[in-house]
């Protein structure tokens, strides 16, 4: 298994730029999450979908940030307009049921 | 609310040993344990069910005290490669699914 797949590993944007990070999961896994991580506040969650639906987005930070899971292999987190306060790494991760999380390798974002 | 993680670092020499505390102040269903080595991505290491039995992986192994709302991480006869940052993730009793709330980590170091 080639573990979650994440895109692109770096991105470097002007800020006002949309930006959009993708991630495949583990075949098979039916929940998948969104977090990022910062020096100053550790691992967040942002959004948490199971079987493709959403199902917790309370971690969004605001409108500016959106996500989707059109199929069971494939999900985005989409920033526009993005602000240098968004820069941090991105991780995507999945599971199956209420095991453990398997983490993709991350998109470090800059946004300057 | 985000689990309380303590000592915030630790540094062994090898063959030491190590306890790592994480504490909720809300109801847990389980809690997951992740070591982070730096530029890499979170690497599971166990998960403690409500009602389990104390986990081990090698010389790893976690202990989940319910009643208290705490979990301990023990690593013995400390080696090089234990060395990153570990985090707990707690799972509440009320939640939609598996989500995790991640603890601000403990960065542990060991030198030879």
């Known amino acids: 298994d080639a573990g979650v797949i994440q895109s692109p590993r770096h991105e470097v944007t002007e800020m006002g730029q949309e930006v959009t990070l993708r991630c495949k999961p583990i075949?098979?896994?039916?929940?998948l999450f969104w977090y990022r991580q910062t020096m100053m506040r550790g691992l967040e969650l942002l959004i948490y979908?199971?079987?493709?639906?959403?199902?917790?987005d309370s971690g969004m930070p605001e409108d500016r940030f959106s996500a989707k899971m059109p199929n069971a292999s494939f999900s985005t987190l989409k920033i526009q307009p993005s602000e240098p306060r968004d820069s941090a790494v991105y991780f995507c991760a999945s599971s199956l049921d209420r095991g453990g999380y398997t983490f993709g390798s991350g998109t470090r974002l800059t946004v300057v | 609310q985000q689990p309380v993680q303590s000592p915030q670092a630790v540094i062994l020499r090898e063959g030491e040993d190590a306890v790592i505390n994480c504490s909720s102040s809300?109801?847990?269903?389980?809690v997951h344990w992740y070591r982070q080595k730096h530029g890499e991505a979170p690497v599971f290491l166990m998960i403690?069910?409500?009602?389990?039995e104390q986990k081990g992986h090698e010389k790893i192994s976690a202990s989940f005290n319910e009643k208290k709302q705490q979990s301990s991480l023990y690593l013995t006869a400390s080696q090089l490669s234990y060395s990153g940052t570990y985090f707990c993730g707690t799972e509440y009793n009320n939640n939609a699914g598996n989500m995790l709330t991640f603890g601000g980590g403990t960065r542990l170091m060991v030198k030879p």
């Open positions: 979908f199971n079987n493709n639906v959403p199902i917790d």
């Open positions: 403690l069910l409500k009602g389990g």
């Open positions: 809300k109801a847990l269903y389980s």
């Open positions: 075949s098979g896994h039916n929940s």
